[in-house]
């Protein structure tokens, strides 16, 4: 999800550092769903 919407985001020419905080938030979300996984 995270690659999809940065990808979108570049080809609007509208990458901005919110929208990077975005998607470090979609990998915060997708790292804590992989601790019950392997813990």
């Not at 999800?1 to 938030?25: C, D, E, F, K, N």
């Amino acid at each position: 999800a995270a690659i999809g919407y940065l990808l979108a985001s570049m080809r609007a020419h509208q990458l901005t550092p919110a929208r990077l905080t975005v998607a470090a938030g979609f990998y915060a979300v997708f790292a804590i769903g992989l601790v019950p996984i392997l813990a």
